[in-house]
C-alpha cells in the first residue's frame, strides 16, 4: 500500500504563494510516479501537475502557459519521499481543493491510484 499525506494550503490574496507538500509512505519503491491534481467547485478533478521517478515533468495545457514564469513547479525531494507544488502568483480561479496521487504498482498487480487526502486552497481578490 501507499499512503499520502498532504500538507500546506489555505487562504492566500491573489498574486500571493503557496506551497503544498505530500508526503509518501508505505511502499515508496513501487510509485511510478506522483501527481498534483485540483477540483474547483462544481468542475471535474483536472491534472496540475506530475512528476516521474526520473524527476521528469509534466503540465496541464491547462495552465501550461503559465509556468513560463514558473508560476507553478512540481518537484520532489527523494530522500524525504515527499512532492512538492509550488504555485506563485495564484489567481482567484486557482480556487480549489488540491489532491496529491501517486501511481504504484504492487508486486505481480496492476497500477493503482493513491490518494492524498486534499486540502483546500482559496485565492482572494
Known amino acids: 500500500q501507499v499512503q499520502l499525506v498532504q500538507s500546506g494550503g489555505g487562504l492566500v490574496q491573489a498574486g500571493g504563494s503557496l506551497r503544498l507538500s505530500c508526503a509518501a509512505s508505505?511502499?515508496?519503491?513501487?510509485?511510478?510516479?506522483m501527481a498534483w491534481y485540483r477540483q474547483a467547485p462544481g468542475k471535474q478533478r483536472e491534472l496540475v501537475a506530475a512528476?516521474?521517478?526520473?524527476?521528469?515533468?509534466?503540465?496541464?495545457?491547462?495552465v501550461k502557459g503559465r509556468f513560463t514564469i514558473s508560476q507553478f513547479t512540481i518537484s520532489r525531494d527523494n530522500a524525504k519521499n515527499t512532492v512538492y507544488l509550488q504555485m506563485n502568483n495564484l489567481k482567484p480561479e486557482d480556487t480549489a481543493d488540491y489532491y496529491c496521487?501517486?501511481?504504484?504498482?504492487?508486486?505481480?498487480?496492476?497500477?493503482?491510484?493513491?490518494w492524498g487526502q486534499g486540502t483546500l486552497v482559496t485565492v482572494s481578490l
Open positions: 512528476i516521474s521517478t526520473g524527476g521528469s515533468t509534466n503540465y496541464a495545457d491547462s
Open positions: 508505505g511502499s515508496i519503491s513501487r510509485i511510478n510516479s
Open positions: 496521487n501517486a501511481k504504484w504498482r504492487p508486486f505481480g498487480g496492476s497500477a493503482l491510484n493513491a
